[in-house]
C-alpha cells in the first residue's frame, strides 16, 4: 500500500493501484462494491452534472468487470474507514501526434462521489493522490479533465487539485434539460505538477 501525499508516493505495487491518504484509501473496485455504488450512483444530484446518467445495474457491473482486465484503466474505488465513498476513474491514453508519438502517456481523470460524504475534501483528496500516482508511478505527462461549465463542484475541485483550465467551449456540451451549454477542459503537466509549492 502506497502513502500518498501531495507530492510524494513512497511505494506502490505494479500490478494494481492501491493508495492510502491521510484519511482514505484508493484501491480495485470489487464484485460486491457495485452495489453500493449503485446506492448512489443514480441519485439526481448525482447524476446532474455527469455525461452518462442513468446506468443500468447490470451493465453497470458488467463495464466495472471488463475495466479491472484494461491496462490503460486504473479506476479505483475510494473508501473511508472500510466504506466505498466514491470512485475515481483514471484512462491512460496517447496523445496526439505525427508517427513516433510516445504511447500512454496522457490520461484523463473522472470522479463521482456520493453525496452523503460531500463536503469534506474527499474528492480532492482521493484525485490528488490519483495524480501524483499518475506522474510518479505510470509514465503520464500530461492529466485532462472535462466538466459542465456549471458543475461547480467540479470546477472548485479541479483547480484545487492545481489543474490549469485550458478550453472553455462555448455552447459545445449538450446537456438533457439546459441544452447547449458551456463546457470546460482542464489539464496539467508533470512539470507543473512538480513546481506546485
Ligand atoms: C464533484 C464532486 C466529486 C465534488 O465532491 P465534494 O465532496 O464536494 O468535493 P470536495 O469536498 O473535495 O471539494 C469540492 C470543492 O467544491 C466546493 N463546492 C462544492 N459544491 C459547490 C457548489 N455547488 N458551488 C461552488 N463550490 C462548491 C466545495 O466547497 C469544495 O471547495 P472548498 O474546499 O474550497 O470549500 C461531487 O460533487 C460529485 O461526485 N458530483 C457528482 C458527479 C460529478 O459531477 N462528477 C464530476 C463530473 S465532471
Not at 484509501?25 to 439526481?44: A, K, Q, S, T
Not at 508517427?99 to 496522457?106: D, H, K, L, Q
Given at each position: 500500500?502506497?502513502?500518498?501525499?501531495?507530492?510524494?508516493?513512497?511505494?506502490?505495487?505494479?500490478?494494481?493501484?492501491?493508495?492510502?491518504?491521510?484519511?482514505?484509501?484508493?484501491?480495485?473496485?470489487?464484485?460486491?462494491?457495485?452495489?453500493?455504488?449503485?446506492?448512489?450512483?443514480?441519485?439526481?444530484?448525482?447524476?446532474?452534472?455527469?455525461?452518462?446518467?442513468?446506468?443500468?445495474?447490470?451493465?453497470?457491473?458488467?463495464?466495472?468487470?471488463?475495466?479491472?482486465?484494461?491496462?490503460?484503466d486504473h479506476r479505483v474505488a475510494v473508501?473511508?474507514?472500510?466504506?466505498v465513498i466514491g470512485t475515481v476513474s483514471?484512462?491512460?491514453?496517447?496523445?496526439?501526434?505525427?508517427?513516433?508519438?510516445?504511447?500512454?502517456?496522457?490520461?484523463?481523470?473522472?470522479?463521482?462521489?456520493?453525496?452523503?460524504?460531500?463536503?469534506?475534501?474527499?474528492?480532492?483528496?482521493?484525485?490528488?493522490?490519483?495524480?501524483?500516482?499518475?506522474?510518479?508511478?505510470?509514465?503520464?505527462?500530461?492529466?485532462?479533465?472535462?466538466?459542465?461549465?456549471?458543475?461547480?463542484?467540479?470546477?472548485?475541485?479541479?483547480?484545487?487539485?492545481?489543474?490549469?483550465?485550458?478550453?472553455?467551449?462555448?455552447?459545445?456540451?449538450?446537456?438533457?434539460?439546459?441544452?447547449?451549454?458551456?463546457?470546460?477542459?482542464?489539464?496539467?503537466?508533470?512539470?507543473?505538477?512538480?513546481?506546485?509549492?
Amino acid at each position: 500500500m502506497a502513502e500518498v501525499g501531495r507530492r510524494s508516493l513512497l511505494s506502490c505495487p505494479v500490478a494494481s493501484t492501491n493508495l492510502r491518504t491521510e484519511r482514505l484509501e484508493l484501491r480495485p473496485v470489487r464484485d460486491e462494491d457495485i452495489d453500493r455504488i449503485l446506492e448512489y450512483r443514480n441519485l439526481p444530484e448525482v447524476t446532474r452534472w455527469l455525461l452518462r446518467t442513468d446506468v443500468d445495474p447490470a451493465a453497470f457491473r458488467a463495464a466495472w468487470r471488463r475495466s479491472a482486465e484494461d491496462p490503460h484503466d486504473h479506476r479505483v474505488a475510494v473508501t473511508r474507514d472500510g466504506v466505498v465513498i466514491g470512485t475515481v476513474s483514471l484512462d491512460v491514453r496517447t496523445s496526439m501526434g505525427q508517427p513516433g508519438t510516445p504511447p500512454g502517456t496522457e490520461a484523463e481523470v473522472g470522479y463521482i462521489f456520493d453525496p452523503r460524504y460531500g463536503g469534506h475534501g474527499y474528492a480532492t483528496e482521493a484525485v490528488t493522490a490519483m495524480v501524483s500516482y499518475s506522474f510518479a508511478r505510470l509514465g503520464v505527462r500530461r492529466i485532462t479533465a472535462g466538466c459542465y461549465a456549471d458543475n461547480l463542484a467540479s470546477v472548485r475541485l479541479l483547480e484545487k487539485v492545481g489543474m490549469r483550465r485550458e478550453q472553455h467551449g462555448v455552447g459545445n456540451s449538450w446537456h438533457a434539460e439546459l441544452g447547449w451549454v458551456d463546457g470546460y477542459t482542464y489539464a496539467l503537466l508533470a512539470e507543473e505538477w512538480s513546481k506546485q509549492p
